[in-house]
């Protein structure tokens, strides 16, 4: 049974309009230098995993008002039995919220069909010609542009994300992104947090301004029906 390696009891942010709780899952296949969960992707073994029957014990004690949980990571698709946990949070009708950086379209399509995710939030890091370079790993880009039509055809509510760095994701990554996306329902602009990353100069990185973000969501606004900035 996949691991359980955190939990966020009060979670509004992850899965808007909700009452929900985060569920953090180790590992992942990508090696963001940017990403902020350095120890869940590197380091595993040195968090404390929640045994399952203390989730569950978790989910029932909360039936009364709970409405969803957010299933991320590292990355939730890396691990084949994900699709069990998902069964024991619908089980309790409880919606599902699910983020995925959309290296596995096969796995996505297959828990969407069989109805176990209710929103899909993906994380599209860069154009696709630049994806290797901004994950530092190997990448096949078919399999993110598969992902990317799953989603904009699945029925299911979702958006599209992507963390904005400097020096690493600038005004003409973001025009080619949002053309890539385009017709897409919600596209969303995350800040870059310098804290705990997986490449540790990027902890001396001084973030994007406010202003700088709003610049970005103009050149985005054309191709989506809404764009949002988070966390500034």
């Given amino acids: ?13 992850d899965f808007p309009g909700f009452i929900t709780s985060t569920v953090f899952l180790a590992e992942c296949n990508f090696r963001c230098p ?10 595993p073994n040195t968090l404390p995993t929640f045994p399952m029957d203390y989730f569950i014990g978790y989910l029932d004690s909360r039936k009364n008002w709970l409405e969803g949980i957010c299933v991320t990571g590292g990355e939730p698709l890396v691990h084949e039995d ?10 309790r009708n409880l919606l599902v919220k699910l983020d995925t950086n959309g290296s ?13 995710v209710d929103h899909v939030a993906m994380d599209v890091k ?14 096949n880009s078919e399999d993110i542009r598969e992902s ?24 003409k990554d973001i025009e080619k992104i949002s053309k890539m996306l385009n017709g897409a329902k919600v596209f969303q602009l995350q800040q870059f947090l310098p ?4 490449d540790a100069d990027y902890q001396q990185k001084k973030p994007y301004s ?11 606004e054309p191709f989506f029906l809404e764009v949002k900035i988070e966390g500034v």
């Fill in 210 to 220: 406010r202003e700088e973000l709003q610049a970005f969501a103009k050149i985005a």
């Fill in 195 to 198: 804290k705990n990353t997986i």
């Fill in 104 to 116: 596995f379209p096969l796995r996505l399509e297959d828990l969407i069909q069989k109805k176990l």
């Fill in 34 to 43: 940017f990403c902020h969960n350095a120890d869940l992707v590197l380091r």
């Fill in 148 to 171: 990317i039509d799953i989603i904009k055809n699945s029925g299911l509510e979702y958006m599209f994300r992507t963390t904005v760095v400097p020096g690493l994701v600038g005004n």
């Fill in 1 to 13: 049974m996949v691991e359980i390696k955190g939990l966020e009891k009060f979670a509004p942010k």
């Fill in 82 to 91: 994900l699709e069990l946990l998902l069964y024991i949070i619908k089980e």
């Fill in 126 to 139: 860069a154009p696709l010609e630049r994806y290797q370079e901004v994950t530092r790993s190997k990448v």
